[in-house]
């Protein structure tokens, strides 16, 4: 009866009941008994009524009284119960456009694993006679429809085996986190899923998850995925997250780690060629189960073949190099590179990728100013002098005197016009004295690059670069400070690096991997002397540093670079870079000068040197991925500029309405360096800009964006994500058929219970006013029968 009173639940067990009123007891029995006396007072003196009618009316007027009596009171029951509190299991399932890929399983394991999942009867061990057409039964099954196979299996589904102990939620991955609709549709809900999300957001999943059920006791997380995450938070500091909150992950890979595929990964070739020269177009590509096996390679130019070749794949990663020489004017070409698909590979949705390229046909040209001939003169001067890209002059401060009359690419000397130095796209200072130029001259090369967007690149000596120019104007151009200079000599041991900065940077690369640059820096030593530099100045870029912290600034500025007015300085600490000739000849050393060239001169030549520059992290985009936008400000002096945020415009190339707006942030430790993403919309060519008061002091940069199925170019499941999440976390990695174990992994000794005070006032209950008018009432009725008889 109290629990109905109550709505206990059925699970609940009462541990107290107590009763309070809010008067005092005392004067109540007082009265009470005052009444009861009055009543036997009253009905004795009515002794021509029978004593059985007395009983009765007096009871009533009794009872009646004492009824009023406890409303008075404001009697209130009190009632304390406890239940066992069930812990909630989140299930998420990822469905983004990777889990449709179908895997091709060759080996026994793979086979019978998913058709135990799939609940396809077959027996245990590896018979080969039965192993084929087993196989034949699971082919074509997508990684969901593995995920809801699991989820559904009679001996694996939480919600049949844990859906008693556990309260369940699930949860649906993409691009967003999506709950099931209902309560009691689980079964519905999982079967009608697809892979159709664009991205699987995994980190950011767990931790929206988990943040939704804040203050419940959780058994854990399950996540059924590949793990092939592209956007959103790292599943990895996601993971480190629950660990925090004590909160166990269980991963269930669904896929394989290396399935049968090719996959063409990227095309490495810049972004600008000019016309007739050969561009080395490199392609990286990697293949799994296809060992041994010869595939055709086919490039091809705006969709036009240019050349094809076999390849025996090896398995893991290999690179093939090409040669395109642009025979247009000028314009913009795409390159691509693709392989054939191949009978049994999970997709070919990754067999090609492509690469746009912008060609002009103009030539760069360089003044090379130089004291002695040192080595790296000897050997930059012939690399110079090959490249048909340039247009080079030398000046020789020191030396031979008659070269200029004997050599066409040498001049007597330095330009004595203004107008003159104007035309030069870039100046290289070798070990050069100051005292050499006039104050004129040393006005016109800044001039050169703060007004006229030209490049200025210092090549370190110990005669007189950079200690001669402390206190020129060059001295603020360069990226370096160049205070107090002296010249300390390095042991052996130390090498130049390349910073992050330089690995995204192309003046540094000098291999096909981030592995290879490395191994190639580190061969050049010894590096002699440098000059004592106290570090690179704020808003510069370094590009190489040192292995040893020698000169204990930190990051020594071996190689630097920063923005000057409309153009570009570069500072080259070492005049010992010609050690890359090491056993390959010119190739690495030609191939870091010439990168360097371009770098600084190219952007004069396509007229992107503004007082704004605009950048994009890539040229091209897939539809769904995140753009990176920069933009360096600067002031009409030339200095940083310094704001909460810096706005540009993105909009699609002949396409109506209004541009997007996006606002950039600053960059920590960049002064003017102003970042921001924004998602890549539908397939075409897109352009950004600064808004209308920037526009003219600032560039316009385009990028394309395709329909790259980016969920669908990486097939791997990546298991070491799925082991470090549960590593972490104290959860387990479990194989889908193992799901039915879940519940002795999250069973804990730990009974969870929680108290549940309630309280009822018994003054206001309905039986109470009904007893109250019933006794009354019979009372009356019996006086009043009384009386009329």
Not at 195 to 205: C, D, K, L, Y
Not at 214 to 241: H, K, M, T
Not at 281 to 305: A, M, P
Not at 582 to 608: C, K, N, P, T, Y
Request: some cysteine; glycine content about 8%; hydrophobic content about 40%.
């Amino acid at each position: 009866m109290l629990k109905r009173l109550f709505n206990i639940e059925l699970d609940e067990s009462v541990s107290d009941v107590q009763l309070d009123v809010q008067h005092s007891w005392i004067i109540t029995l007082v009265v009470l008994v005052a009444l009861i006396a009055f009543a036997v007072y009253l009905y004795r003196s009515e002794s021509w009524l029978s004593r059985a009618r007395r009983m009765v009316m007096g009871s009533c007027y009794i009872l009646a009284g004492a009824l009023l009596l406890l409303l008075l009171l404001e009697p209130v029951l009190k009632m304390q119960s406890s239940r066992d509190l069930k812990r909630t299991l989140l299930v998420l399932m990822d469905t983004s456009q990777s889990m449709e890929i179908s895997d091709e399983r060759r080996d026994s394991n793979d086979i019978l694993e998913a058709a135990k999942v799939l609940n396809i009867p077959h027996t245990q061990g590896n018979q080969s006679s039965g192993l084929g057409a087993l196989k034949k039964k699971v082919e074509g099954t997508t990684r969901l429809d593995l995920a809801k196979a699991a989820l559904s299996h009679p001996e694996m589904s939480p919600h049949d085996l844990l859906g008693e102990e556990y309260i369940l939620r699930y949860y649906s991955i993409g691009d967003r986190l999506e709950p099931i609709s209902g309560e009691g549709e689980s079964a519905e809900w999982i079967s009608s899923r697809t892979a159709e999300a664009g991205s699987s957001r995994i980190g950011s999943a767990l931790d929206e998850a988990v943040a939704r059920h804040a203050g419940q006791p959780l058994a854990g997380v399950v996540v059924l995925s590949d793990f092939a995450w592209l956007e959103g938070r790292d599943p990895v500091q996601a993971a480190r997250n629950l660990k925090n909150q004590s909160v166990p992950v269980y991963t269930v890979p669904i896929g394989l780690p290396s399935p049968p595929d090719i996959e063409v990964q990227r095309v490495i070739a810049p972004e600008v060629a000019f016309t007739g020269d050969k561009v080395p177009v490199r392609v990286q590509f990697e293949s799994s189960g296809f060992e041994d096996k010869i595939v055709e390679l086919v490039f091809k130019v705006d969709g036009e073949t240019i050349g094809s070749r076999e390849v025996t794949l090896g398995g893991g990663t290999q690179f093939e190099k090409f040669e395109y020489v642009p025979d247009r004017e000028t314009g913009s070409v795409e390159v691509s590179v693709s392989i054939e698909s191949a009978l049994g590979e999970t997709t070919d949705a990754n067999n090609s990728v492509s690469h746009k390229m912008r060609v002009i046909n103009e030539k760069i040209d360089v003044l090379y100013v130089e004291g002695m001939p040192r080595w790296e003169f000897r050997y930059l001067r012939w690399v110079l002098m090959r490249d048909p890209r340039l247009n080079v002059r030398f000046l020789m401060t020191q030396g031979d005197k008659h070269l200029a009359e004997t050599s066409p690419r040498h001049i007597g000397g330095f330009p004595t016009k203004a107008e003159d130095l104007l035309n030069i796209d870039l100046v290289i200072l070798g070990d050069v004295n100051a005292k050499y130029f006039t104050s004129d001259q040393i006005t016109w090369m800044e001039n050169l690059v703060k007004k006229s967007g030209g490049s200025l690149l210092m090549l370190a000596g110990r005669v007189g670069s950079p200690s001669s120019y402390t206190e020129t104007k060059i001295a603020d151009m360069l990226p370096v400070k160049v205070d107090n200079i002296g010249w300390r000599g390095l042991p052996s041991s130390v090498y130049p690096v390349v910073t992050a900065a330089g690995l995204e940077s192309s003046v540094v690369s000098l291999g096909d991997t981030m592995e290879s640059t490395n191994r190639i820096w580190s061969r050049v030593r010894p590096l002699g002397f440098l000059p004592e530099l106290s570090g690179a100045k704020p808003g510069a870029t370094t590009l190489l540093s040192l292995s040893d912290d020698v000169f204990n600034i930190g990051n020594y500025p071996l190689v630097a670079w920063q923005r000057y007015g409309n153009g570009k300085t570069m500072f080259v600490g070492s005049a010992d870079l010609w050690r890359l000739r090491r056993e390959v000849g010119d190739l690495h050393h030609a191939r870091f000068w010439g990168q360097s060239i371009q770098f600084l001169a190219l952007s004069r030549l396509l007229g992107q040197n503004k007082q704004i520059t605009l950048e994009t992290g890539r040229n091209q985009y897939g539809s769904g991925e995140y753009v990176e936008v920069y933009a360096n400000v600067l002031t009409e002096s030339f200095e940083p500029v310094e704001q909460p945020s810096y706005g540009v415009l993105m909009e699609k190339v002949g396409a109506d309405g209004l541009p997007t707006e996006l606002e950039l942030i600053p960059v920590l430790g960049s002064p003017g360096l102003y970042s921001g993403t924004i998602l890549a919309g539908d397939e075409g060519e897109y352009k950004v800009s600064a808004r209308s008061a920037d526009t003219s002091i600032a560039n316009t940069i385009q990028f394309d964006v395709r329909n790259i199925p980016l969920e669908k170019r990486d097939t791997e499941t990546r298991i070491e994500v799925a082991d470090q999440i549960a590593s972490i976390t104290g959860g387990k990695r479990l194989a889908a058929s193992e799901l039915g174990d879940l519940g002795k992994l999250i069973q804990s000794d730990e009974t969870l219970t929680t108290t549940i005070q309630r309280q009822k006032d018994l003054w206001d209950i309905p039986v109470i006013f009904i007893l109250l008018v019933i006794l009354t009432g019979v009372e009356w009725f019996m006086r009043r029968r009384e009386n009329l008889v």
